[in-house]
């Protein structure tokens, strides 16, 4: 049985979002039901401030997952912070990178989930917009890529999916939800494109080893009542 490692958000209290006054270590249950619903073993990866750690965490399991979350820091793209940018958690940023790092080292396999799809591009040298109004102007888009208040167990809009892609059982033409105000930029040298929204905006990558994968929409949120995006888990993890 595939064991996966999920590396854990974290929600660092405040007093207008208290949990005890302590900070949580967490990950979506969504994931986790998801996961287990195609025969994967899960754990949860907390984030360590001690890197070093890292090779022999990762050499627990068998593939990791990245889940969504803060925005990603502009100082690992080399970036000063833009006044749209979000909330961020740079710990959590150095962490996921170098573990992204290590799976690449010990040969094994990634999902990236909407900010992971994002930070995978980072790790491996790309560029992200800080802001979908930085990428086309807000008075001309003519695609809303954050979908709220609408939750994300309903879709929102269509992408184009690469049919000699790993993402190939995808429909060319598919229909996903959108939780996102920042996206990829400059894509990294190892990564390809295999999924396009119709502005653009990229919307999933697969590395040139086909073993890292990552997509801007969130399939957790669809898993139990779309099969494709079950389907996603599958190939995950039972494929690849």
């Keep these: 049985m595939t064991t996966i490692g999920i590396l854990g958000s974290q929600f660092l209290s405040t007093p ?18 998801a996961l287990q619903s195609v025969g994967a073993n899960v754990i949860m990866i907390p984030i360590d401030r001690d890197l070093d750690k890292l090779p022999d965490i990762i050499k627990l399991v068998d593939k990791v997952l990245l889940t969504g979350g803060e925005d990603v820091a502009p100082l690992f793209y080399g970036q000063d912070p833009h006044p749209l940018l979000s909330t961020i958690n740079p710990e959590r940023d150095r962490f996921e990178i170098t573990a992204i790092h290590e799976v690449i080292k010990q040969e094994k396999a990634l999902l990236g989930v909407c900010r992971g799809h994002q930070l995978l591009n980072v790790a491996l040298g790309g560029t992200l917009h800080q802001d979908v109004s930085l990428y086309h102007n807000p008075e001309t888009a003519t695609l809303k890529h954050l979908q709220a208040p609408t939750k994300s167990q309903f879709t929102s809009h269509f992408i184009e999916v690469d049919p000699t892609s790993s993402l190939n059982f995808l429909p060319e033409t598919y229909h996903v939800n959108s939780y996102h105000h920042q996206m990829i930029d400059r894509l990294a040298d190892d990564l390809t494109t295999i999924a396009k929204a119709s502005d653009g905006v990229i919307e999933a990558v697969e590395s040139k080893a086909k073993r890292l994968l990552g997509v801007q929409w969130h399939p957790e949120g669809t898993w139990g009542t779309i099969p494709n995006e079950r389907a996603i888990f599958d190939f995950f993890v039972n494929s690849l």
């Excluded at 207008?16 to 986790?32: N, S």
Aim: proline share 11%; hydrophobic share 40%; glycine share 0%.
């Design 16 to 33: 207008e979002l208290p949990f005890h006054q302590f900070p949580v270590t967490y990950t979506r249950t969504a994931f986790i039901d």
